[in-house]
């Protein structure tokens, strides 16, 4: 299995790091070419203006948008959340995002660094896995076709933070900065 | 690191570490207003540093440079959606204090302002905004991890469009670290007293063969194959100060050293960016500064 990292910017090691951990192929994504035989993608966190910035300066925004509505497996964290789902808030004017999943995200919806925050969340299929939110994407509303796995009361109500519809994955926090593989393995299964 | 009433935690070094750790592979510009930061993000900022003056303009103008004015940081906070930093003075820590406030993403306790202590920095694991600090070399680095500190940037000379001593302590740190990794244990006690480092520190950085943060450059970038040079030495992502605002077109340049910094081991994509840019910033030979702005703090 050769599961891609989009390696424009952002946590790129720890993702690569925790697939070939998981005896997965992970080649870097930086250009249109390297799409083509993957069997699925991770869009890392980092800033997502900055990613999609650069996924038109590197000619992959529309490659990516045809894999991605060829069905192809993805799995989104943090800023990679934004980028795939269907409407952003609180972003800028011209914001864009491949709405692959069905989701309402609020940019920064947890608020500035000084609010970023650890928790324990309960993922089902899993058990308790440690939650890392950094200036993370709260997700404010999903459709109908759209699996939550995991929530968190930040004590404004329950809100998703591990999502899925279908092949299409997205986590407001970050798994791949815990060590704990067991999220990229859940997604990994459904490939 | 504080607990919050619903059991999860803010301030942890997980969390501050980890925003440093979303930015790499970025470029963090220096910019005096909200029209420089738009800009900024348009071109790919993955974070904007808000100062009243770039680190040229400072040594321009002498005088005492101290933190920006709480109104110039809000409206930069408030004309982009990307990570705000702003610097206060080496060991100021009410300046600290008042940037947290502000709520500042991270704080640059920064050797381009004027230091207000000459012996100590701040105490930085007092706060839950994260810092970053400037280092020459692996000992002084790991002195402000010892204190806090969770992104490390070699501080290279400030302002002067010369990225000749970027390239010294990034040479620098790398070396001693390599000289680390390659020690046995008994050694590194020896090193670590060498370094003038909290011994935990050396003994990690030995088994892991890296700094237990991100290291960043900064000081004297001002084109994107500056950019291309300290990335391959080892930078996981670039400050970039005067070397932006101060260019023939900053607009032109700021996009050009963002995709040089994705692409920096792609020769064809540097040079592809490279041309036609217009001048860059004039700069100056390090030799002949009044002011050594990489001597203060130690």
Known sequence: MRVGVLALQGDVREHVSMLESLGVAAPQVQHPGQLDDLDGLIMPGGESTAIAHLLGTSGLTDPLAQRLAQGLAVLGTCAGLILLSTTVIDGRPDQWSYAALDVAVRRNGYGRQRASFETELDVAGVGRVAGVFIRAPRVESIGEDVEVLAQHDHGDGPYPVLVRQGVVWGASFHPELTGDSRIHRLFLDSI | ?298
């Not at chain 2, 390599?178 to 006690?189: K, N």
């Not at chain 2, 992502?237 to 900053?250: L, M, N, T, W």
């Open chain 2, 1 to 298: 690191m504080s607990a919050l009433h619903d059991g999860s935690t803010v301030g942890s070094a997980l969390v501050k570490r980890g925003l440093a750790d979303m930015l790499r592979g970025g470029v963090i510009m220096d910019v005096v207003n909200p029209e420089q930061a738009k800009i900024a993000e348009d071109a790919g900022a993955v974070a904007v540093m808000a100062l009243e003056r770039v680190p040229s303009d400072i040594r321009r103008d002498g005088g005492v440079a101290r933190m920006s004015d709480p109104q110039m940081i809000k409206d930069i906070q408030a004309a982009v959606t990307i990570p705000v930093m702003a610097k206060a003075r080496i060991g100021h820590f009410a300046e600290a204090q008042i940037l947290q406030a502000l709520d500042v993403d991270y704080i640059d306790e920064s050797e381009v302002l004027t230091p207000a202590d000459e012996e100590n920095h701040i105490d930085k694991w007092g706060f839950t905004v994260p810092f970053v600090c400037g280092a020459t070399n692996l000992g002084e680095a790991l002195r402000r991890i010892g204190e806090g500190a969770c992104l490390i940037r070699s501080k290279g000379e400030a302002g002067t469009g010369n990225v000749v001593e970027a390239v010294r302590h990034l040479r620098t740190i790398n070396a001693q670290m390599r000289r680390l990794a390659s020690a046995d244990a008994s050694e590194v006690f020896s090193l670590a007293k060498d370094l003038q480092a909290p011994l935990a520190l050396v003994q990690e950085v030995a088994e892991t063969g890296h700094l237990p943060v991100p290291l960043f450059c900064a000081g004297g970038i001002s084109t994107p194959a500056d950019a291309s040079l300290v990335l391959q030495l080892g930078a996981e992502a670039v400050f970039v100060g005067s070397g932006i605002f101060k260019s023939e077109d900053p607009e032109r340049m700021a996009h050009a050293i963002v995709e040089a910094t994705t692409h920096y081991t792609e020769a064809a994509v540097v040079a592809k960016v490279s041309t036609g840019l217009g001048s860059a910033m004039r700069g100056a030979e390090t030799a002949t500064l009044e002011t050594r702005l990489a001597e203060r703090g130690w």
